[in-house]
Every structure is written in C-alpha cells, then in structure tokens.
C-alpha cells in the first residue's frame, strides 16, 4: 500500500493537465449520457475505474466504479463499459473505508462509509481489494491534507440487507412478509417492522428532511438532548400508526447523493434533471428513492480487472 500511495500522487500530478486525462473524464460523462452530472473540474484526475459487487438492500450487484482525485463515482451497467445509468458521487474528503473479514460467498469486501450514504463492496481478488482501498486513502489523505479539514464525524450507516432480517431487529416479533413490509433505520440501518420505526428525526448529515427512524434510536436521540430544540419546529416528530398495506413508505429507500444544499457537495456539481420512468424529466434534487432497487440490467456483466492510469495509459 505504501508504494501505492506514492504512485497515485506521482500520477495524479502529472495527469492533472493532460490531454489524456481530459478525454477520460469525457469519456465517462458520455457513458452516463443526460442522466448523469459533469464531471470535467480544475484539478480533478481520473486515478481509475473497475467493476466492484455492491451489496444493495435486496441483493448484491455489480456497479462500474470510477475514482476521481476528490469524488468516488459509480453507477448501474447497461452495457459493459459503454453504457452507464443511475450515477452516485460521494464527495471523497468525507469517505471512511472499513476492512471487511471474508466470511460467507462474498470475499474480498470493504465499507465505503460517508455522511449521505455508506455501503459494502467486494472486489474479485485480495489483490484488488489491497488496490482499491490503497488508491481511494491516498486520494482522501491528499484532499485533507491539502485543505486542512477533519475528517467527517458524523456518517450514514451501513443498511442491514433485507435477506439477513427474517423479524423485525428491535421487537424481535414480527415476521416480514409481502404485506408486512421492511423498513430501514436511517440512524443505525437495522430492519425493523412499521410498528418499531413511527417516528422522524431529523439527521442534518443524511438529510434536510426529518427521516425514519427506529424508536430504539429516537429514544436515544431525545435522551441526548440532540432534539431538543429541533422538537418545536417538527424536525422530530411521531408519524401516525398505519398499517403497512396502507402506508406506503417514500423515504424507505437509501438517498442518493443529490442534494445540491449540502455542504458535502463539490462545487463543480450543480443540480441537474434526469429522465423519468414516464419519459419526462424530474429534478435530482431532494431525491430520495434508491437507484439501486429498481435496476434492470440491460445486458450481462462480467466483471473486468480494474484499471488505475499512468500518464502513458491510452484512452
């Protein structure tokens, strides 16, 4: 990891205003086409890209992957290395990443762990993996070291996938079903039943909008204090009972990172509109549905060694 650190400055350096880096970067803004934001911004280097399995809340997927000098990009594959839809960004000088044990069929796994939104990946091999992580902590050192700020306190948490949570996590009582549906704590990312999770709290690092939460951890959350202020102009507040049949839940899916008021945002990323289901347009912004439930894949996938650029790489 340490010669790889010294690569990816060295490389980053002498990419910063090259022809070839530039391309690149195109490259990749035509491949998510209309739907996705500009990606060209002073100083930014495409260090590499790759295909990593992304554990989602229903199951585990492939995600093309693309590492920037300052953000982590990713998206769905429509058509291998052409096509890309449903684009994240993440801000890197907020990323943590946590070493996962191999245990079970996914191996070679780590967390991406940010304030908007964290999760699991595995990589084919234990030498991606070591690559991988090496590239993105050197790309997070240099942008904290060269801007002086801390790393980020607060962070989303890793969601519980679905399959792993047969009951509901808090009461231990009630059986999931297909009327009887799994909700997401944003605070701790169990699964927990309608009746376990009435309540909304307002979490300012995910959100500007009053999420779910679990009554574990909102009585936890008011106990502290953190709410206290908050309470009086409805930023926690008690949703009403209903049954689940009934009470579709909109904020149930994990947001993306498309909220143009955080402060986590890079400058070069204004809001943009992206197509609909419907064939319209709606805005990014204030989206809270998750990309990575509704996916359909196009075309089959097979994962492909990553690929970190020296300034001799061809586009």
């Known amino acids: 990891p340490g010669s790889v650190s010294v690569q990816v400055h060295i490389m980053v350096d002498k990419l910063v205003h090259s022809e070839a880096n530039a391309r690149r970067i195109a490259c990749v803004e035509s491949a998510f086409g209309g739907s996705g934001q500009p990606l060209s911004a002073p100083g930014r280097v495409l260090v590499g890209e790759g295909v990593l399995t992304k554990l989602c809340r229903k199951k585990p997927k492939p995600r093309q992957f693309f590492l920037f000098s300052d953000i982590l990009v990713y998206g769905n594959i429509l058509m291998n290395k052409k096509r890309y839809n449903k684009q994240h960004i993440l801000a890197l000088e907020d990323v943590e990443l946590h070493s996962l044990e191999d245990d079970g069929p996914l191996r070679h796994g780590w967390q991406i762990i940010s304030p908007k939104k964290s999760f699991a990946v595995f990589a084919a091999t234990a ?6 992580m090496a590239h993105i902590r050197k790309c997070v050192n240099d942008l904290l070291a060269k801007s002086g700020k801390k790393a980020a306190k607060d962070h989303a948490a890793v969601w519980v996938p679905d399959s792993e949570a047969p009951v509901c996590m808090v009461c231990t009582r009630t059986k999931f079903s297909a009327i009887t549906r799994r909700h997401h704590c944003r605070k701790c990312g169990m699964v927990v039943c309608h009746k376990c999770s009435t309540k909304k709290f307002l979490l300012p690092h995910i959100s500007t909008k009053a999420l779910r939460v679990c009554d574990r951890c909102y009585d936890q959350l008011t106990s502290q204090g953190i709410g206290s202020t908050a309470e009086e102009s409805t930023t926690a507040y008690e949703t009403p009972v209903l049954p689940d049949v009934d009470q579709p839940d909109s904020d149930d899916e994990d947001p993306m990172y498309s909220d143009p008021s955080s402060s986590h945002l890079p400058p070069s990323l204004p809001p943009k509109k992206r197509e609909s289901s419907e064939g319209g347009y709606r805005s990014m912004e204030g989206s809270s549905a998750d990309e990575d439930d509704d996916d359909v894949q196009l075309e089959a996938t097979t994962p ?12």
């Open 127 to 132: 030498t991606e993996k070591s690559e991988w």
């Open 304 to 315: 492909v060694v990553p690929q970190f650029y020296t300034d001799t790489d061809h586009v």
